[in-house]
């Protein structure tokens, strides 16, 4: 199943030169996971909610790919070049399989939802 790695990236008001230097050699460590690029640069318009920064979406063939690239000594050896100089957040994401049904997850919600509300039994 396709996995994610999303960054939310929150520019200072100076970028570090380090900053640069980063974004010229990450997508190198891409390649031997299958990575790539899906948003990267991109002006958000963020529709509901603050703007929390600038979004980077990367694609990877599943969860253990993605992984095994932010692990790899390539991406490891080029992080505090961003990390040093620009706060943000990452996160994994698993996509949706083949086949999935939003009214599935739904159903399971109301499961929840119903199950949360009805009374407890009171034991003796």
């Known amino acids: 199943m396709t996995a994610y790695v999303i960054a939310v990236m929150r520019p200072t008001s100076a970028p570090h030169p380090d900053v640069a230097t980063y974004i010229e050699r990450v997508e190198a ?15 958000a318009d963020w529709a509901e909610g603050p ?7 990367v694609e990877f063939p ?13 991406y490891q050896e080029i992080l505090p070049l961003r990390a040093d100089h620009l706060p943000g957040s990452l996160v994994f994401l698993d996509g949706v399989p083949d086949g999935y049904d939003p ?6 919600l109301r499961s929840r939802v119903s199950g949360a509300a009805a009374p ?5």
């Open 29 to 43: 460590t891409f390649a031997p996971y299958g990575g790539r690029f899906l948003v990267h640069g991109a002006q």
């Open 51 to 57: 703007a929390l920064g600038d979004v980077v979406v």
């Open 62 to 74: 599943d969860a253990a790919a993605a992984r095994a690239w932010y692990a790899s000594p390539a």
């Open 103 to 108: 009214a599935r997850t739904a159903a399971a």
């Open 120 to 124: 407890r039994p009171v034991s003796a």
